[in-house]
C-alpha cells in the first residue's frame, strides 16, 4: 500500500500477507505512524489496496462498488475508529442503534440500551457526544461497533482514551462479546495486556508483519 505525495512515493504496507482465521483474535502493536490504522482501513474496505487484494470468505473487497461494500460493513463488519465518529446531531443511544435502525431491526432501542448497561453508560444514554468525555465517546462507540454481533470486529485503540479500570471493563466486554458470537477480532493497541489475551500478537514495523507470541495450541 502506498501513497502519492506530490512527486513522490510514501511506502506504508510492504509485501504484508495477513491471514486470520475464523474466531480468532489478532492483537496488531507497532510505533505511531507505522501503518496500523491503514492496515484497518483496507480491512473494512474503506481504503482500496494499490497493489494486491484483500478478501473476507473469499469475496475479494476491491470487486465491490461502494453500496456492496457499505451492505457488508452494515451486517457482517463492526469497526471501533480511534477518533470515534459518533453522529454529533444523535444521543449516544441514536448512535448505538444506528447500525440496527439502518438494517431495520425492530429492537434497535432494547439491544442498544443494554449495551450501553454494559459498558457503564446507561445513565448517559440521552447525552449527545458534545455532553460526552472522550473516554465516555470511546465506550459508545465500543457498544455501536458491537451491536449488530458483527462477525469481524475491527478495533484501533479500544481502551486508548481510558482509564485502567474502565480499560479493563471494556476489554472484558470486547472478548464477551466475541466468544458469545464467535466474532474475528483484530485489535490495533499499545496495550500489550490487551493484546496478550489475544490469539497472536503481530507487531507492525516498516510496513512488514512480525510475530510477536502465539498461545500455545490446546493438547488433544
Given at each position: 500500500m502506498h501513497y502519492d505525495v506530490g512527486f513522490s512515493r510514501v511506502d506504508v504496507l510492504k509485501n504484508l500477507d495477513l491471514r486470520v482465521g475464523r474466531g480468532e483474535h489478532v492483537a496488531i502493536s507497532g510505533p505511531s505512524g507505522s501503518g496500523k490504522t491503514t492496515l484497518l482501513l483496507l480491512l473494512a474496505g474503506l481504503e482500496r489496496p494499490s497493489a494486491g487484494a484483500v478478501s473476507l470468505d473469499?469475496?475479494?473487497l476491491d470487486g465491490l462498488d461502494r453500496d456492496q461494500l457499505a451492505d457488508l460493513r452494515r451486517d457482517r463488519i463492526g469497526i471501533v475508529f480511534q477518533s470515534f465518529h459518533l453522529v454529533p446531531s444523535?444521543?449516544?443511544?441514536?448512535?448505538?442503534?444506528?447500525?440496527?435502525?439502518?438494517?431495520?431491526?425492530?429492537?434497535?432501542?432494547?439491544?442498544?440500551?443494554a449495551l450501553l448497561e454494559d459498558v457503564g453508560l446507561?445513565?448517559?444514554?440521552?447525552?449527545?457526544?458534545?455532553?460526552?468525555?472522550?473516554?465516555e465517546q470511546q465506550r459508545v462507540a465500543i457498544a455501536r461497533a458491537l451491536v449488530h454481533d458483527p462477525s469481524i470486529l475491527l478495533a484501533d485503540e479500544?481502551?486508548?482514551?481510558?482509564?485502567?479500570?474502565?480499560?479493563?471493563?471494556v476489554g472484558d466486554l470486547l472478548f464477551k462479546a466475541a466468544a458469545r458470537t464467535k466474532t474475528t477480532m483484530i485489535v490495533v493497541t499499545h496495550n500489550m495486556e490487551l493484546a496478550a489475551r489475544c490469539d497472536r500478537v503481530l507487531r507492525l514495523h516498516d510496513g512488514r508483519l512480525h510475530d510477536i507470541a502465539a498461545k500455545p495450541a490446546a493438547a488433544a
Open positions: 473469499g469475496v475479494a444523535l444521543t449516544a443511544i441514536e448512535n448505538v442503534a444506528l447500525p440496527l435502525e439502518i438494517a431495520g431491526k425492530p429492537d434497535a432501542r432494547t439491544k442498544s440500551r446507561g445513565g448517559r444514554a440521552a447525552h449527545y457526544s458534545s455532553q460526552l468525555s472522550g473516554g479500544p481502551t486508548g482514551n481510558l482509564d485502567d479500570h474502565t480499560g479493563e471493563a
